[in-house]
């Protein structure tokens, strides 16, 4: 029973380049979320998501970054045009049910930008 | 808006004793609260507690939530070296569904 998997987990971008980082939900959990840690810092929420809608994105930042959730395949984080205070662990974490409390973590991307 | 607080920041002990971890809140719509342990890798799930579930064990670890105080402790005794992680207490209101997390307490076990 595979847990919630996450791709590529380490991830080097130049500044102005993009990063798209991968989570694979749980199998049979159709709720995704995404935080980041930044150094010193715990685990930020990001946005929420369902298949094929954005439920909660209110920490988000507005620009460069976006999400998905298509109705096949895996949800997508989207970073365009990288700078070095993205440089961060982004973690995935899916559930069952809709507001869930127990949210269970992949194993994070970790996105470096030089 | 929303705030979890843990102390101690780090923590060093040696196999064999017993430590406790604190976490503190302040949130509007408290609904739970959840323990995690973070190694090298993704956060894995320990406890939750709610207004219906103030006390959980689980081995050597056990932790109980105080509603008046708004507060949560972590106890795990007999410590391993296994033990040491970063430990991160997360709080999930009502009102949406994310996690407001800590910044978590790094703990070493020395043998």
């Known amino acids: 029973n595979a847990g919630v998997m996450q791709n590529p987990r380490h991830l080097v971008r130049r500044r102005g380049q993009e990063a798209r980082l991968r989570c694979s939900p749980m199998k049979g959990h159709s709720h995704v979320y995404w935080y980041r840690q930044l150094p010193e810092e715990g685990l930020k929420f990001m946005v929420y998501?369902?298949?094929?809608?954005?439920?909660?994105e209110s920490g988000m930042p507005k620009e460069r970054f976006s999400a998905e959730f298509p109705k096949e395949g895996p949800s997508i984080l989207r970073i365009q045009q990288v700078v070095r205070g993205d440089s961060a662990a982004y973690f995935c974490a899916s559930s069952y049910y809709r507001d869930s409390d127990e949210q269970y973590f992949g194993p994070g991307t970790r996105l470096t930008v030089t | 808006e929303d705030k979890v607080v843990q102390s101690p920041l780090s923590l060093v002990v040696h196999e064999g004793d017993t430590v406790t971890l604190n976490c503190s809140y302040e949130v509007t719509n408290f609904r739970s609260l959840l323990w995690y342990k973070q190694e090298k890798k993704a956060p894995t799930f320990l406890f939750m507690l709610t207004s219906s579930g103030i006390e959980k064990k689980s081995g050597r670890l056990s932790s109980i939530l105080d509603k008046k105080e708004l507060s949560s402790i972590l106890n795990i005794t007999a410590t391993q070296t296994g033990d040491s992680a970063i430990y991160l207490c997360?709080?999930?209101?009502?009102?949406?569904?994310?996690?407001?997390f800590g910044k978590g307490i790094t703990l070493s076990v020395r043998p």
């Open positions: 998501l369902q298949k094929e809608n954005i439920i909660d």
């Open positions: 997360a709080v999930h209101t009502g009102a949406n569904s994310k996690l407001t």
